[in-house]
């Protein structure tokens, strides 16, 4: 019998795919430690602002919903006086507990820090985080002298 030159050698063939797999799995051993490093980095990345936006909705769902209601009232109202000094005296009572507490974490695009120097004292921040209450509580103290006035006002035509 005469063997045909043409016929593959299957150990041959075995041997070629065998080799080609090991070379697959050397480069993706040598790739996975950065993969992982990277696919961590998103992972981290995406899960921060999932978790800011679902806090970010819900403070602004908050916020809204009392500034809505307490505009529903007119603004001689004691319920409407009533919620804007207790806004009021919740945001001091806060500004107070934190003054006397430890240091906060501040989160800044992502990323958590202590708002101390490396010397133990508070950094100079170039954003004045007083100023959202500050403006609020202008805003209570005027609609506060309003309701005074309105209501020295209605006591006086009462009394003529």
């Known amino acids: 019998m005469t063997t045909s030159s043409h016929t593959p050698k299957p150990f041959s063939m075995m041997a070629d795919a065998l080799e080609s797999a090991a070379d697959t799995f050397e480069q993706a051993a040598a790739n996975a430690p950065e993969s992982a490093r990277r696919a ?4 981290k990345r995406a ?3 999932g978790v800011f936006k ?5 403070s602004y769902g908050l916020v809204y919903s009392g ?3 307490t505009e529903l009232f007119p603004e001689q109202s004691t319920v409407r006086r009533a919620l804007t000094e207790g806004a009021e005296a919740a945001i001091d009572a806060r500004h107070k507990a934190n003054s006397k507490s430890k240091p906060k974490l501040s989160f800044d695009a ?3 820090h202590d708002e101390h120097d490396e010397h133990g004292g508070h950094e100079e921040s170039e954003v004045d985080s007083e100023a959202p209450a500050r403006s609020a509580r202008k805003v209570a103290k005027k609609r506060a002298e309003k309701f005074d006035a309105a209501v020295k006002g209605t006591k006086s035509k009462k009394s003529a």
């Not at 961590?40 to 992972?43: K, L, P, Q, S």
């Not at 679902?54 to 819900?58: D, L, R, S, V």
């Open 110 to 112: 992502g990323h958590a």
């Open 67 to 69: 500034v809505f209601i």
């Open 47 to 49: 899960l921060g602002m």
């Open 54 to 58: 679902a806090f970010y909705g819900i």
């Open 40 to 43: 961590a980095r998103v992972t």
